[in-house]
Every structure is written in structure tokens, then in C-alpha cells.
């Protein structure tokens, strides 16, 4: 079965760039090639909903951010290690939560978490002041 592995997360200070990972395994199982999967970021804090973060498909040469990361968070792949990246720079305290990686073989909206059957157990991110 598909499985995702999130890896990167830590505690830092504001301003301070961090890069999440995501390794992916099990895509054979679906039927499709890394290149054409829906990946994306979501996050959620405690006590508040899981927010897409960023999307991308390789494939369609798109990709999906929202609105408060955009110009700071890069969203990327690495098709021959199947591995999804998040570049995270100039990081806020308001950043701060569980980073999930998620996928899927088909999406209609990126950034909702409901399009999603796939996904890790996350990574912690926390962003002091």
C-alpha cells in the first residue's frame, strides 16, 4: 500500500528556514507513476482545522499555495526518489503545527484536505518568537 514518510520538522526561531521531506512508497499499488500524483502539504495547529499549505502535480506542470505562505513556502519533487520537499522560509510563530504530506491519483481542489486518501503521520513544526 501507498505509504508517506514526513521527515524535516523541528523547533526554531523566527525568520529561520526550514525544509520538510516527504518519502513516498507504494505506488504501485495505485496504478500510477510518481510524476502523476497529486502531492501537497497540509498543517494543522491544535485545536484548529487542517489548512492546504501547498499542492503540486508534476505531471500538469502545476502548482497550488495559500495564500498566507505564498513567496515564502516552496513546494517541489524529486521524481526519481519520489521524495516531496517543502522549503519554508522566513517562518512566523503563527507556522507553527503538525505538517502532514498527502496524495492522491486524482484531485479536483488542491488545497482541501477532504480530496486526499493518502497520507503521513506528520511533522512538527514549531516557530518561536
Known amino acids: 500500500q501507498v505509504q508517506l514518510v514526513e521527515s524535516g520538522g523541528g523547533s526554531v526561531q523566527t525568520g529561520v528556514s526550514l525544509r520538510l521531506s516527504c518519502a513516498t512508497s507504494?505506488?504501485?499499488?495505485?496504478?500510477?507513476?510518481?510524476?502523476?500524483?497529486?502531492m501537497a502539504w497540509f498543517r494543522q495547529a491544535p485545536g484548529k482545522e487542517r489548512e492546504g499549505v501547498a499542492a503540486?502535480?508534476?505531471?500538469?506542470?502545476?502548482?497550488s499555495y495559500a495564500g498566507f505562505v505564498k513567496g515564502r513556502f516552496t513546494i517541489s519533487q524529486d521524481n526519481a526518489k519520489n521524495t516531496l520537499y517543502l522549503q519554508m522560509n522566513s517562518l512566523k510563530p503563527e507556522d507553527t503545527g503538525m505538517y502532514y504530506c498527502?496524495?492522491?491519483?486524482?484531485?479536483?481542489?488542491?488545497?482541501?484536505?477532504?480530496?486526499?486518501?493518502?497520507w503521513g503521520q506528520g511533522t512538527q513544526v514549531t516557530v518561536s518568537s
Open positions: 498527502a496524495a492522491d491519483t486524482t484531485v479536483s481542489y488542491p488545497l482541501r484536505h477532504q480530496q486526499y486518501t493518502y
Open positions: 507504494g505506488l504501485s499499488y495505485t496504478g500510477f507513476t510518481y510524476i502523476d500524483m497529486h
Open positions: 503540486i502535480n508534476d505531471a500538469a506542470g502545476t502548482t
